[in-house]
């Protein structure tokens, strides 16, 4: 059975699970910041340190990720190292793109979003807090799918309104993930028919 070609990229152990822990560990996230209500929020910080290590081995799969998608690599964005606490979940949202009068309208020059996990997702009762989480998959609402977090992998998609995405509720532990953003120098276009298949096909052979 050959494999369709996939609008999804995935690179398993990217970064090893050290480097994970080490992320997480110079991150010194303690407590989440909370809103009005007291529910817990999003957060997310910059480092200079871990982004040059990541902007280095990004580039190493640059071509080959803008070959896939058949368009020219022009930047990557400022890297977000994002920390989702127990009780937090986030609203589907459009990597380059805002729903705006009943219409998607492009606000950021962003083409290919990418999502490194930095946590292991564990829903069995021998659980590890300190880098087990139960919830936080990466949804694709209109793909019928997610990806549950698994350590070092990282996960490259088209940033268009093809690919609305959201994180499932943290129910027990922390989600530690990067999310980068990458830019082509034309705009990327999405055609549905270079991609056909859904995910039962898209991810054939992966593990």
């Not at 990806?147 to 989600?175: C, K, M």
């Amino acid at each position: 059975m050959s494999v369709a070609r996939s609008p999804f990229l995935i690179y398993q152990q990217f970064i090893s699970p050290l480097q994970c822990e080490e992320i997480v560990s110079d991150l010194r996230f303690f407590e989440p910041d909370i809103d009005v209500d007291g529910n817990p929020q999003k957060m997310f910080r910059h480092s200079e340190k871990h982004e040059e290590d990541l902007y280095i081995r990004t580039q190493e799969i640059i071509p080959e990720v803008f070959g896939h998608y058949e368009c020219e690599y022009k930047g990557t964005e400022r890297m977000m190292f994002e920390y989702l606490a127990q009780g937090v979940e986030t609203a589907p949202e459009c990597g380059n793109s805002e729903f705006v009068n009943n219409q998607w309208l492009r606000i950021r020059d962003r083409d290919l979003t990418g999502f490194l996990f930095l946590s292991d997702h564990n829903d069995h009762s021998s659980f590890d807090v300190d880098y087990e989480v139960y919830g936080g998959k990466l949804e694709f609402p209109q793909h019928g799918f997610s990806l549950n977090p698994e350590r070092g992998t990282l996960v490259i998609f088209p940033s268009l309104p093809h690919f609305v995405y959201a994180n499932s509720p943290i129910l027990a532990g922390d989600l530690f993930q990067v999310k980068m953003n990458f830019a082509a120098k034309q705009p990327y276009m999405y055609d549905p028919k270079k991609f056909p298949g859904d995910y039962r096909s898209w991810f054939v052979g992966l593990k």
